[in-house]
């Protein structure tokens, strides 16, 4: 047995191997077939918590006048994966995810306030096969399901009060695959695919002075996601490298006409006996995300772009190749710029804590 420190400068559970398997044993794989390029397969139990108070300031456009709000986010994912590796590689990730979120304007006996609740099963399973010596294909599937609870209050333009209650339950199917080539010693081609359905059932009631009647919908959305890259990759684990490079895009439901999510994808790592560590950068336009980021977005931690955005990231491990693992990550910070407030976006000073703890068995 041994112990394993994980220092990660990104929040826990990235999903972004687009080509080859990454050497941060937390990484999943967007594209099924790279889990073959992995030296190790792991199970894992964890749980994350990250925390984040923030404090917006809403301007008024052609006013000097301005107001705060108080942000708060808490959020919790605790659950299990399986990464395994060779010819036959599965993953399976299955967690329970939760959120809470608070919005208060800061002004003296103030009544507007916003809050969110949020329960998310979430899951993903992957199914990799190595074909021949230079050819591997994958199969994935998701389909995690949520429910949202938001209840809004506030005075309109007379001063008298109104409140709505929005709740909602949805369920998003993923189906897709995808293969990885290795086109000469150490090079390797990778691609994906993911057909996406989600089916959405929301109700509206309003109190209050609103007369708008109440409201619901359901309805069913598409959304298409795929991308390729480039990738090398040294045949060790325990001493080597390991770059990525990837682009990928996901389309919207028609119905909406929404220009296309973006994310170019760009990793750098290297694993010499005990010590591994590495370096990513994503940049990302419009509406673009990840299955296993589902919560982060809708609890508002994370927020669309309609210009590319980058995000920095790396990982350090410490300990030899196999037997059991205690893994703890940790992340702290103070930032100010912009942050969504009503769909628009306003200055904010943001902290942030993160705390993620996890066992894993290597072999």
């Not at 919005?103 to 993903?124: C, D, E, R, Y």
């Not at 938001?150 to 189906?175: C, M, R, V, W």
């Amino acid at each position: 047995m041994y112990l394993a420190l994980l220092i990660l400068l990104l929040p826990i559970w990235s999903h972004a191997q687009i080509v080859t398997a990454s050497y941060d044993r937390t990484i999943l794989s967007k594209n099924p077939a790279s889990s073959t390029t992995r030296n190790l397969g792991q199970i894992a139990l964890f749980s994350s918590f990250n925390n984040s108070q923030s404090e917006i300031t809403e301007a008024y456009a052609g006013s000097p006048t301005s107001v705060t709000w108080d942000e708060k986010i808490k959020m919790n994912k605790t659950g299990i994966y399986f990464t395994g590796h060779g010819r036959f590689s599965p993953e399976l990730y299955v967690s329970n995810d939760t959120a809470e979120k608070s919005l208060n304007l800061n002004v003296a006996g103030s009544t507007n306030h916003q809050n969110l609740k949020t329960n998310m099963l979430n899951n993903m399973f992957n199914l990799g096969l190595r074909l021949t010596r230079r050819l591997s294909i994958g199969f994935k599937y998701y389909s995690p399901t949520y429910n949202n609870k938001e209840q809004y209050a506030a005075k309109d333009s007379s001063g008298a009060d109104f409140s709505f209650t929005h709740l909602s339950n949805n369920k998003i199917t993923g189906i897709g695959g995808g293969a990885t080539y290795q086109v000469s010693p150490g090079w390797y081609w990778g691609a994906y695919y993911i057909s996406i359905k989600q089916i959405i059932k929301e109700s509206v009631a309003y109190t209050g002075s609103i007369t708008v009647p109440d409201s619901s919908f359901d309805g069913e959305l598409s959304q298409k996601q795929y991308g390729a890259g480039i990738s090398y990759l040294s045949r060790s684990m325990s001493k080597g490298m390991r770059f990525e490079v990837a682009y990928s895009r996901m389309e919207q439901d028609p119905t909406y006409k929404q220009p296309f999510g973006e994310e170019i994808y760009s990793a750098l790592e290297f694993s010499h006996r005990v010590f591994t560590f590495g370096f990513n950068a994503k940049l990302r336009k419009n509406a673009y995300f990840d299955s296993i980021e589902l919560l982060d977005y809708l609890a508002g931690a994370k927020n669309f772009s309609e210009t590319f955005t980058p995000t920095y990231g790396g990982f350090l491990s410490l300990g030899s190749s196999k037997g059991h693992t205690i893994g703890v990550s940790a992340l702290m910070y103070k930032s100010s710029g912009e942050k969504k407030l009503f769909n628009q976006d306003q200055k904010a000073i943001t902290t942030f804590q993160s705390l993620m703890i996890n066992y894993a068995y290597l072999f």
